[in-house]
T-cell receptor, first 114, second 113 residues
Framework: AQSVSQHNHHVILSEAASLELGCNYSYGGTVNLFWYVQYPGQHLQLLLKYFSGDPLVKGIKGFEAEFIKSKFSFNLRKPSVQWSDTAEYFCAVGANNAGNMLTFGGGTRLMVKP | EPEVTQTPSHQVTQMGQEVILRCVPISNHLYFYWYRQILGQKVEFLVSFYNNEISEKSEIFDDQFSVERPDGSNFTLKIRSTKLEDSAMYFC???????????FGQGTRLTVV
């Protein structure tokens, strides 16, 4: 069975600080990897995804993530956060042959102080 | 921009009652999903639906749950006899293909009292 771990449950940063949110998964096969964001009162929105190819993936709003297969990791990064990045961030993994039957991590609640 | 819409946004029901949660997926999408998130816990996969039948379901999706696409636009989740532990946020999602991104709705918060 798949599992996804997000190590940071709560992160507080000041504006312009750099962000890295950890995501590790366990699964023996080929995976599709996702980061979703949920702004307060809104639905889950896709930030970025990795299916294959370049392991460094660029998403919306200046976010990027790097798939390191040997570490089973897909960490999310942003060089300089803004107050508007305050949200909950979810890492999700799907087995390549199971599409959007996703396993989610527990989420990381990010607060950016102005 | 097309989006997945869910109704109602909040449903309160008494234990033992049946509830139907409704979703309108994005119109050209072929795959439909239900997820739930119990307060303070992870988002969990319930079921996927394609070509008018269930393609995958989790252990959570037991006999009290059912899904249906009653017409060309709606996708519903029925819980036959609700229990207190069914209280959660239920998310509907849809995707064009199996291995393309899923778009999520805003969720229905179900409270069973």
């Amino acid at each position: 069975a798949q599992s996804v771990s997000q190590h940071n449950h709560h992160v507080i940063l000041s504006e312009a600080a750099s962000l890295e949110l950890g995501c590790n998964y366990s699964y023996g096969g080929t995976v599709n990897l996702f980061w979703y964001v949920q702004y307060p009162g809104q639905h889950l929105q896709l930030l970025l995804k990795y299916f294959s190819g370049d392991p460094l993936v660029k998403g919306i709003k200046g976010f990027e993530a790097e798939f390191i297969k040997s570490k089973f990791s897909f960490n999310l990064r942003k060089p300089s956060v803004q107050w508007s990045d305050t949200a909950e961030y979810f890492c999700a993994v799907g087995a390549n042959n199971a599409g959007n039957m996703l396993t989610f991590g527990g989420g990381t609640r990010l607060m950016v102080k102005p | 921009e097309p989006e997945v819409t869910q109704t109602p946004s909040h449903q309160v029901t008494q234990m033992g009652q049946e509830v139907i949660l409704r979703c309108v997926p994005i119109s050209n999408h072929l795959y439909f999903y239900w997820y739930r998130q119990i307060l303070g816990q992870k988002v969990e996969f319930l079921v996927s639906f394609y070509n008018n039948e269930i393609s995958e379901k989790s252990e959570i999706f037991d006999d009290q749950f059912s899904v249906e696409r009653p017409d060309g636009s709606n996708f519903t989740l029925k819980i036959r006899s609700t229990k207190l532990e069914d209280s959660a946020m239920y998310f509907c999602a849809s995707s064009v293909h199996l291995n393309t991104e899923a778009f999520f709705g805003q969720g229905t918060r179900l409270t069973v009292v």
